[in-house]
């Protein structure tokens, strides 16, 4: 059975960081993409960036929203995704979910989907 | 980065009606287009992927269609466990995956 399980969320003041893990199972981690999103209470879904599997060069790519705030990093011997967020804002408050990032080949592209998501870490960003 | 609006953004259905939501980007995606279903309190669950294929262990009357800048989920018959919000989502431009801003499909 596939699992992801975010952890490390809470509540932290303006200007701090906070550091989110996911720890997944039921996969061979190393394999997958992954990647975060975020939902502001009551809002939308925000998808903040991922990380490419290692047979991908194991890179990131950012919304420009977070670029230079926060970093996503894995650790393929321990399955653990992380996402450091520094410098936090009030206006990150939000839960956290991770996701498996799969991707699709379509001829002469690849384009990826969100298959399997953690249960998410509620992060409370307030003085 | 590319936008993505959903229309309606509610909208009130009994059960058995078919339902459409429709997707539309502000720039031609080809067809890197997902559905996700989200139940209050629940992380969202994926139902369609690449436009139009189901997603394995999703129900058949939940089907997608269209390329380039417009799309569409369409729901056959509505059923209970089906009330909740629809987001679509494009990762065609790299970097800039975006969602939708929602659909709330809720009991008339």
């Known amino acids: 059975e596939v699992q992801l399980v975010e952890s490390g969320g809470g509540l932290v003041q303006p200007g701090r960081s906070l550091r989110l893990s996911c720890t997944v199972s039921?996969?061979?981690?190393?394999?997958?993409?992954m990647s975060w999103v975020r939902q502001a209470p009551g809002k939308g879904l925000e998808w903040l960036g991922y990380?490419?599997?290692?047979?991908?060069?194991?890179?990131?790519e950012y919304a420009a929203s977070v670029k230079g705030r926060f970093t996503i990093s894995r650790d393929d011997s321990k399955s653990i995704a992380y996402l450091q967020m520094n410098s936090l804002k009030t206006e990150d408050t939000a839960v956290y979910y991770c996701?498996?990032?799969?991707?699709?080949?379509?001829?002469?592209?690849?384009?990826?989907?969100?298959?399997?998501w953690g249960q998410g870490t509620l992060v409370t960003v307030s003085s | 980065d590319i936008q993505l609006t959903q229309s309606p953004s509610s909208l009130s259905a009994s059960v058995g009606d078919r339902v459409t939501i429709t997707c539309r980007a502000s720039?031609?995606?080809?067809?890197?287009l997902n559905w996700y279903q989200q139940k209050p309190g629940k992380a969202p669950n994926l139902l369609i992927y690449?436009?139009?294929t189901l997603q394995s262990g999703v129900p058949s009357r939940f089907s997608g269609s269209g390329s380039g800048t417009d799309f569409t989920l369409t729901i056959s018959s509505l059923q209970p466990e089906d009330f909740a919000t629809y987001y679509c989502?494009?990762?065609?431009?790299?970097?800039?995956?975006?969602f939708g801003q929602g659909t709330k499909v809720e009991i008339k």
């Open positions: 039921g996969f061979t981690f190393g394999d997958y993409a």
């Open positions: 989502q494009q990762s065609y431009s790299t970097p800039g995956w975006t």
């Open positions: 996701t498996r990032s799969t991707r699709y080949n379509i001829g002469w592209y690849s384009t990826y989907g969100f298959d399997y």
């Open positions: 720039q031609s995606i080809r067809n890197s």
């Open positions: 990380i490419r599997s290692q047979a991908y060069g194991g890179t990131t």
């Open positions: 690449v436009a139009s």
